[in-house]
């Protein structure tokens, strides 16, 4: 995979982190997320994942009123319990529409993300397929707020976001059903015409155990993933 502006993008966003004195300020004011944006890069694991903190790529182009779907895969390690500590998935996109400076909803295309917790991939597949009205799409819930949210996060063309967890109890839905991250695309009517039939993006997914660096989640997601190729060439 080659690298390109949208790519480098996602990358700094999803590895961004809130200095905790800049956290304080947005727990008690969430418009200090203006000043601070998505925080100060984490170069740690930026340039190559790390045994506990993993950095998913993807690529793709969309067509308008499309969806594109991306299973995550959750590893064991990453649900397991014992003492409390801190995990997280982040998920950043970017690319980059033809944008009019005279109006206020300025870009053309427009693409987001939503993750969504599913028994399987059909049921994903439905759920967002029949939402074909903006209303029914905007009322799809998320298995969990992120730290910035839907609507926020959905205004720019470089989108990021993280969902944080403490613990996982026996009828957690990561321990008991499958995740999926959705990107679609729906133009606004104004910008049809002005658009590409397939819109290029950038996607990166990142599973981080914080504070277990031994956590084998580069192991455990690389065989899961060896696994589902194998499943396909057998198919």
């Not at 480098?8 to 944006?37: M, T």
């Not at 590893?75 to 998935?89: N, Q, V, W």
């Not at 981080?208 to 060439?233: G, H, W």
Request: charged residues 30%; positive net charge; glycine residues 6%.
């Amino acid at each position: 995979m080659g690298i390109n502006a949208n790519l480098l993008r996602v990358l700094l966003c999803a590895h961004a982190v809130v200095p905790e004195a800049s956290q304080k300020f947005i727990n008690r004011d969430k418009n200090f997320r203006k000043s601070c944006g998505y925080g100060r890069v984490d170069e740690s694991a930026l340039r190559r994942s790390l045994k506990n903190a993993v950095t998913l790529i993807a690529d793709g182009s969309i067509g308008n009123k499309r969806h594109h779907f991306y299973e995550i895969p959750i590893p064991d390690e990453f649900t397991s319990g014992g003492k409390r500590r801190l995990r997280e998935i982040a998920v950043a996109l970017a690319y980059t529409p033809v944008v009019r400076s005279t109006r206020i909803k300025y870009r053309a295309s427009r693409i987001d993300f939503r993750l969504v917790a599913a028994p399987d991939l059909k049921q994903v597949a439905t759920m967002f397929n029949k939402a074909t009205e903006k209303d029914d799409y905007e009322n799809i819930p998320e298995f969990k707020k992120g730290l910035i949210g839907k609507t926020v996060r959905s205004k720019g063309t470089v989108q990021a976001d993280c969902w944080q967890f403490r613990s996982f109890d026996s009828r957690s839905v990561l321990r008991n059903g499958r995740l999926f991250l959705v990107v679609t695309r729906n133009d606004f009517p104004w910008g049809e015409s002005l658009c590409k039939t397939e819109e290029s993006y950038s996607l990166v997914i990142c599973l981080r155990d914080r504070e277990n660096k031994e956590a084998p989640l580069y192991t455990q997601i690389e065989n899961r993933l060896r696994d589902r190729m194998r499943a396909r060439f057998q198919r």
